[in-house]
């Protein structure tokens, strides 16, 4: 088998690691699908970015492992005024900051930190703000920027937000890895180097992991936060190995070169579960694989044709070879398990002939061409995007529709498809938080239908929107469903998207890994996970 060589080469690394006598330090090999844009997920919003910064970053709040309980974090307590206006963050003290080649930390965390993380964010003229291309995509699209009215540092263990009006996710939403803590003292250190793009590329965090270093496309390594203020983990080192190709990765499995690797290929899992060595985890996934129609571009614009082409694509015949058992058919732009699910909804029907009938009503009656973007790598929601293309291909030829498929490098896919190039692409979600905000504003609101936006069907429509908007400003459950429930109604008679599924994640790891656990937000986490020797 061909190994991928990764610094002095990963393949004996990691099988000396496996193979270490109990005395020796414990490495964690993960085995990757992807490399990252950078390590700072302020500015991306891929899960492959998020994960290589999760090990060295913390927020004011977190999630619990494996689960969506927001816990304390870097605050260790806050309060929400009355009106639902003003949140008080206290801050915990004795936090240490990670070091680097390029700084070493003379201060522990505190809030300057807090304001300098999401003013860069915030403030055009903030020294960092345009610093590796300042785009800001989910602080954006989640409107945070009209949210905000200050923040306010009261001592540096005491951070203040007033908002502009209420927004029931607000604490939630600093859980997700947007959200995460910058050190101040490190962005000024390269300021005065002249070197400010390193602070995401070289990341300085408090989290249970440091950064070691990256090779780029092929492995990133990190060492164990010794003063870390949750405890030390459980290992010494973690390393990403970056494995595109799942049959490769389950290879490296098999031959004791990594531990743990995601998504296997649908149709093998059922083989992996049957090996001794192995344990396979699966859990249904809080995601959307989608195929978005560009509402800015003919003929796209036309709800009819959106809602022809719906008809057109055998959805059942799609998931069922795609996702082969791991994944059911979505009707709806949030997945079954969220509160405010709408089931009364009913899904287009398989019809081809009345799909022809409504194109000939739009004025295409001999069909017409499109594009039809795939993604060039595997993700959570979609396990194989240039099968399904294929498919939805040959489905559109029978109703007169040509559609040519288009791919791009993974980091090019996603800069142009939410820059609005295409006028069909696929694409997917995996929730942040859960909460149905998350996915009926964050793709589909008129916030995010910006150049460069999530909602990459650039489709802004104002009943729809006014509906998720106010289902913002209550705390009320049973109001923001029921708002919830109308804005599904909307969204399936619009059509921007062609829902496909909701997919079962699996993961897969050596017998030898215990204490992972599977996020349902789809981030893979390390602290906690250990080796029996």
Not at 72 to 88: F, I, K
Not at 300 to 319: C, F, P, S, W
């Amino acid at each position: 088998m061909k190994r991928i060589l990764l610094g002095a080469g990963l393949g004996m690394a990691a099988a000396l690691a496996l193979a270490a006598p109990a005395q020796a330090a414990k490495t964690l090999v993960f085995c990757s699908e992807g490399s990252p844009e950078n390590f700072n997920p302020q500015i991306n919003t891929t899960s492959t970015s998020f994960d290589v910064a999760l090990p060295v970053y913390n927020n004011l709040v977190q999630f619990e492992y494996g689960g969506t309980k927001v816990m304390p974090g870097l605050a260790e307590s806050w309060t929400v005024s009355s009106d639902g206006l003003v949140y008080t963050f206290k801050l915990r003290q004795g936090v240490k900051w990670h070091s680097s080649n390029d700084f070493k930390p003379t201060r522990d965390f505190n809030a300057d930190d807090v304001l300098f993380s999401f003013n860069r964010m915030w403030k055009e003229d903030h020294p960092f703000h345009k610093v590796s291309g300042g785009g800001y995509d989910y602080f954006k699209d989640m409107g945070m920027p009209d949210l905000l009215k200050s923040i306010e540092k009261v001592d540096d263990h005491t951070v203040v937000f007033t908002l502009n009006k209420v927004e029931a996710p607000f604490v939630a939403n600093l859980g997700m890895p947007f959200a995460a803590i910058l050190s101040a003292e490190y962005g000024d250190a390269l300021l005065k180097k002249k070197t400010p793009e390193r602070i995401d590329q070289v990341p300085v965090g408090t989290g249970p992991f440091q950064f070691v270093t990256y090779q780029k496309d092929a492995v990133v390594r990190y060492k164990t936060n010794e003063a870390y203020w949750g405890g030390k983990a459980p290992i010494d080192n973690l390393v990403f190995a970056i494995t595109t190709d799942p049959a490769v990765r389950q290879a490296k499995l098999k031959a004791g070169e990594c531990h743990i690797v995601p998504f296997p290929n649908p149709a093998d899992v059922e083989a992996l579960k049957k090996d001794p060595t192995l344990t396979v985890m699966e859990q249904e996934g809080l995601n959307i694989g989608y195929l978005a129609f560009n509402v800015t571009k003919k003929p796209m614009d036309d709800a009819r044709v959106r809602r022809a082409l719906n008809m057109a694509v055998d959805k059942k015949a799609i998931v069922d070879a795609v996702y082969q058992g791991a994944g059911v058919p979505a009707k709806n732009p949030i997945p079954p398990t969220m509160w405010s699910y709408n089931d009364a909804i009913e899904d287009y029907p398989y019809d081809p002939e009345k799909a022809k009938k409504l194109l000939a009503e739009a004025g295409h009656p001999n069909g017409f061409e499109t594009d039809l973007w795939a993604m060039p790598v595997q993700r959570s929601y979609n396990p194989n995007a240039k099968r399904m293309a294929e498919m939805m291909q040959a489905d559109l030829a029978k109703i007169g529709v040509k559609a040519k498929i288009v791919q791009y490098e993974w980091g090019e896919y996603r800069k142009r498809l939410q820059g609005g190039d295409h006028q069909a692409g696929l694409f997917g979600w995996v929730g942040d938080n859960g909460d149905p905000d998350n996915f009926l504003h964050t793709l589909l609101g008129c916030d995010a239908a910006r150049a460069g936006g999530s909602n990459v069907a650039k489709w802004c429509n104002k009943e729809y929107d006014d509906l998720v908007v106010q289902a913002k400003r209550t705390n009320d459950i049973g109001a923001r469903t029921k708002l919830y429930e109308q804005a599904q109604v909307i969204f399936k008679e619009e059509a921007p998207w062609l829902t496909i599924a909701h997919s079962v994640v699996h993961m897969v790891m050596s017998k030898n890994v215990v204490g992972y656990k599977m996020d349902p937000f789809g981030i893979h986490r390390f602290y906690g996970v250990d080796l029996k020797q």
